[in-house]
């Protein structure tokens, strides 16, 4: 089961390879990155994107990217990876991404970089109104909008990082994912491992290794 990387250097032809990877390739998603060079996808010239895929109801798979607001010696997938996830998002949901396209099925890697742990920090622009000047007062708290969002279990090896997106998200909204792409490095055997320790019923583990996944991606048994 496969998603689709599109070419967002040209919006049309975005959309048209996204109506060619799904309906006759056979993709069931597709991905995009936090930023796409440097631009964010709460700007305006984004829209026909989230038009197309809240029309299909079509997963969206976000991967971190590096951020165009970090400057630093450190390797960019260590922190800046997880940090810009959660400001693209907390961008997006910001600026009315729900409003507008409310049957958005959206799924972050990493368990969501670090929005579980600040989802309630977001909500001083509603609840504190005037604390940042010249801000705008949303219409709802962000992080109930944030109750929408998917994440996935990849690098994300730490019982209270869990459950800080699961309460946020629920475990419904809590994909099986490990990031494995060097053969030679564990993740897959280490998210295995943390997933079964977690005390989970049997139930719950196959929430997430994959009943929910069947769910968003719409596909019975294979």
């Not at 972050?108 to 007062?137: C, E, M």
Request: aromatic content about 14%.
């Amino acid at each position: 089961m496969g998603f689709a990387h599109l070419p967002f250097n040209s919006m049309p032809g975005a959309l048209s390879e996204m109506g060619r990877a799904l309906d006759e390739l056979g993709f069931v998603g597709v991905l995009i990155t936090s930023n796409i060079g440097g631009r964010y996808l709460d700007s305006a010239e984004f829209y026909p994107f989230w038009e197309e895929v809240n029309r299909r109801r079509v997963p969206v798979f976000m991967h971190p990217s590096n951020s165009p607001c970090y400057r630093d010696d450190q390797s960019g997938p260590l922190l800046s990876f997880p940090f810009d996830t959660t400001l693209s998002i907390y961008k997006l949901i910001y600026g009315g991404l729900y409003e507008r396209f409310p049957d958005i099925v959206l799924i972050l890697a990493h368990l969501g970089g670090t929005l579980p742990f600040l989802a309630r920090r977001t909500d001083l622009v509603f609840d504190a109104p005037g604390f940042f000047p010249g801000y705008k007062q949303p219409k709802r708290r962000p992080s109930e909008w944030m109750r929408k969002l998917y994440v996935d279990t990849a690098l994300g090896w730490n019982p209270s990082a869990f459950n800080c997106a699961r309460e946020l998200v629920g475990l419904e909204h809590i994909l099986f994912g490990t990031d494995y792409f060097v053969s030679s490095k564990r993740f897959m055997e280490w998210t295995i491992e943390f997933i079964d320790g977690l005390g989970l019923t049997a139930s719950e583990r196959e929430m997430i290794y994959e009943k929910n996944a069947r769910e968003i991606l719409r596909f019975g048994s294979i």
